[in-house]
């Protein structure tokens, strides 16, 4: 098996970037904080696999945290973003690439009208600012793990890189910024119950991760999420489903073809990012037609982006959707399933306790943990210091995996046989380090 043994190149970007940038990252989790050791600058990638500048070369199931369903570098979306380059990186006007994107993301999910924006945590904050002006209300409602971007109102148990980097409030926060958000436990009915019946004629929307994928994953239990966008409708709230990570992932209309469709109800907001941008800075959010005309300059709600609608950006995830088609998805969910079958064979062999947990193609794996995981609690439960000693044996036998326990894997439709095999070799070395690892090491 090809080794990766040294790491001398980003040993000396990351002690450059740490004089020059806090941590030496641009988003907490790069810096390897919960794993240990010198985050991996990378060079390249080209389909399933990354090459580093060490010229290490590595099996990709980060794929950019998501964005990345066709693999890297596919050559028609490179072709298409080099055409749109040509003409011009951005205008300040409207353009025809946005409005192509538009009606691509109408066409796969429920909403009804969209406004596209740069980033996740621009669209969840602008959706929320549109409901508690659609409603007149202040509250907001959101579930414990669930990660909603950096939004203020929203950090308040908020999933994966709160947990990882073991901050229990985050700093910067006022105390009346969170005073209106409700935290619940998620997949609790009774809950939500109690607290649109204490504040029903207060809150202005609750908002879930369609499935959640930030304290690992952790799917709705069946029917939830129907019962939600009920209970809203019931206390005049709106229902906002955040697909960010699922959108376009999961199905071609993200979590929501998998239980919205065939039930019957739709979300009243939806938020997107990662597949629609192909790779780039791009996000939207969109839903009923009412709503949405609620936004400037058709309403009084007000929400604007210098570079929302970007033609490289849209260009991308405009070809990446049309890529995206049955085929795609089919050989995505086949490398899914196949590679849940090797982590789980694995970790039978070197006999680790562990709770591997699906929504669609999306998985995690809940080390130390002998029944499904359902809500935060449950997560935080885990033997996280497991995953430690499992991703430096992914590492050096050359796949990368999330530097965190709390993280998703994602893989894409370019994951063939080749990059599926230097997987199930890497596993059972490091099943071994995770079944000997001990909460010290």
């Known amino acids: 098996m090809e080794r990766v043994t040294s790491h001398p190149a980003s040993q000396g970007l990351f002690d450059r ?50 964005p990345m369903l ?21 205008f300040g006007t409207p353009s025809e690439p946005e409005v192509l994107l538009a009606e691509e993301i109408v066409g796969r999910t429920p909403v009804e009208s969209v406004r596209l924006v740069s980033s996740g945590t621009e669209a969840t904050m602008s959706a929320i600012r ?71 004629d207060q809150i202005a929307c609750l908002i879930t991760e369609a499935a959640a994928g930030n304290m690992g994953v952790v799917p709705p ?56 941008g192909g790779g780039f800075p791009a996000a939207a959010f969109g839903g ?10 058709v309403g009084p709600v007000y929400q604007a982006g210098t570079l929302s609608g970007n033609p490289i950006a849209t260009t991308a995830g405009l070809t990446t959707l049309r890529l995206a088609d049955t085929e795609a998805y089919a050989r995505l969910d086949d490398a899914s399933a196949q590679l849940q079958r090797l982590v789980a064979e694995a970790l039978d062999a070197a006999g680790v306790t562990y709770a591997l947990q699906s929504a669609g193609n999306m998985f995690s794996v809940f080390w130390g943990v002998d029944k499904p995981v359902t809500d935060f609690a449950g997560a935080q439960a885990q033997e996280a210091w497991r995953y430690r000693p499992f991703f430096h044996a992914m590492l050096d036998a050359g796949v990368y995996l999330p530097p965190s326990a709390y993280e998703c894997w994602f893989v894409s439709a370019a994951h063939d046989s080749e990059a599926l095999s230097r997987i199930a070799e890497a596993l059972p070395a490091a099943a071994r380090a995770a079944a000997q690892a001990t909460p010290e090491n």
């Open 17 to 66: 970037a740490r004089q020059v940038s806090p941590g030496g990252v641009n988003s907490p989790v790069r810096a390897f904080r919960a794993v240990g050791g010198t985050p991996i600058f990378m060079r390249s990638g080209s389909g399933a696999w990354l090459t580093d500048v060490d010229g290490n070369r590595y099996v990709d199931l980060v794929g950019s945290w998501g």
């Open 70 to 90: 066709l693999g890297h570098a596919h050559p028609e979306v490179l072709a298409a973003v080099a055409e749109a380059v040509g003409r011009g990186t951005s």
């Open 130 to 200: 549109l409901a508690r002006g659609f409603t007149g209300r202040d509250k907001i409602v959101k579930f414990a793990g669930c990660y909603h971007g950096h939004v203020d109102a929203l950090l308040a148990e908020a999933g994966s890189g709160v947990v990882t980097l073991g901050l229990p409030e985050t700093p910067g926060v006022p105390a009346h910024v969170t005073a209106d958000t409700i935290v619940l436990p998620y997949n609790d009915r009774a809950a939500v119950e109690a607290a649109f019946e204490q504040y029903g």
């Open 221 to 276: 239990e069946p029917g939830f999420n129907r019962f939600l966008a009920e209970t809203c409708r019931k206390h005049g709230a709106l229902f906002i489903s955040d697909e960010v990570m699922t959108g376009f992932r999961v199905t071609r209309s993200g979590h929501w073809g998998l239980d919205g469709e065939p039930e019957g109800w739709r979300p009243d907001l939806l938020t997107f990012g990662k597949v629609m």
């Open 288 to 297: 009923r037609r009412d709503v949405m005309e609620q936004l400037a300059p």
